[in-house]
């Protein structure tokens, strides 16, 4: 068995990489290990100097990294650049933040008595992670873990074995290496062997729901405290008094970013049937009209699914909501020829015994659900076995902020679509996960955080 790297554009094989041996992975962890305990002597402004070395080299090299995305996944590659300048903003955040943030705490108790909350490293961290965006999430868990002396170890996703190559390379030449981060290419059996060694201390993963039950699960049976950012079917919110314009815009895009392999997309549109008409309109026209391409080309508009058996999948999805009395708005699905293409799908009048009304559609597929009025937005967009993002488009700010507390889920954004800052706490509720990624709160997740006492 072997990591393969298919061309998504092309379908041709790139490259393999071959799994370590049982041998070479126990040598990694080792190496781990001994970065976590020296660490221990070495003042966080050291780790934070090496952060920002990343920083230059990750923008240095983002051309680079930005093909190999493509290469790899089928990343358009102007979203990989982006990519790659939020590692790199990820990163310059902890170098910058990070070191106030680790300040002790002061706490009272008994009547003035003193005590001080002390951040520490607690040990190994084993980042499990996705192919869509194959440097972001892997920095997320990466930049906090480092500033505050946990080695990371990486398990990526096949189909990206380049993009965790080159990673790594560009950490080692940082600095970052002898054990503070660690790429390995190993087996499912392998990753369960790794979280049950007892130097491993937090397991972070980003993917699918069946993921999160397994690595949960191995976790949990060994004690090891872990973060789990899983799916999502996010809605977006259109208010009959939402400026229509900016909203038809930013769902299309909101939609089709990364050919619609997002977690936080916006996969449910739940317009107010006053203005839905209009909305309807709007985005049927740019779902029909998107260019699809090489994702190399500058002027590509979406690119091809990340596989073959995404492409299956997700068409798999498609005609079982159809065939369950779901309306097609905009027809769409495979293209024949060479790569991984899948043309848009708008959906409609989906209701609630369609399998599609609790299931994510990972690509590019939209739900449209017209209700009458705020309370029935909030009874909707509730009404999911996900909560990880959404966004609430009205131009009464107040309103937009109502509706916005109402929705269960980690975040929502008021007239703009949601996206990543590192400045911001991340993660979801129900099955979209646990644990929170980026912000102080993600520097936290893996900190013991002792507290001294004095008398």
Known sequence: MAYKVIN??????????????TDDVAKRLDQAEKFYKAQKKVPVSERSKKLVKFTEILEKNQDKLAKEAAINMGKKVAEGKGEVLLCA?????????????????????????????????????????????????????????????????????????????????????AGLGDGGFTNLFV??????????????????????????????????????????ELGGSDVFVILDDADLELAVNDAVGARLRN??????????YIVEESVAERFISGIEKKFKNIKLGDPLDEDTELTPLSSKNAVEGLQKQVEEAVANGAEVLV????????????????????KHDNPAYYQEFFGPVAQVHVVPNDDAVVELANDSFFGLAGAVYSQNIERAHAIASAIETGQVFINRPSGAHPELPFGGIKHSGYGREMSDLGLYEFANEKIIVFN
């Open 8 to 21: 998504p554009y092309s379908g041709n094989l790139v490259k393999e990489y071959k799994l370590m041996s």
């Open 89 to 173: 903003n990820l990163a310059r955040y902890y170098a910058d933040k990070g070191p106030s943030l680790l300040e002790p705490k002061p706490y009272e108790y008994s009547d003035g008595k003193k005590a001080l909350l002390e951040y520490h490293s607690i040990g190994i961290v084993a980042s499990i992670e996705p192919w869509n965006f194959p440097y972001s999430q892997v920095v997320r868990v990466l930049a906090p873990n480092y500033l505050l002396g946990n080695p990371v170890v990486l398990k990526h996703a096949g189909i990206v074995a380049g993009c965790a190559k080159l990673l790594e390379d560009l950490a080692t030449e």
């Open 187 to 228: 087996s499912h059996d392998q990753i369960a062997d790794i979280i049950a060694d007892e130097r491993v201390q937090g397991v972070a993963l980003t993917g699918s729901e069946d993921a999160g039950r397994i690595i949960a699960g191995q976790a949990g049976k060994n004690l090891v405290k872990s973060t789990m």
């Open 259 to 268: 050919a619609g392999q997002v977690c936080t997309s916006a996969k449910r």
């Open 331 to 350: 027809a769409g699905g495979p293209v024949q020829g060479d790569g991984y293409f899948f043309k848009p799908v708008v959906l409609a009048n989906i």
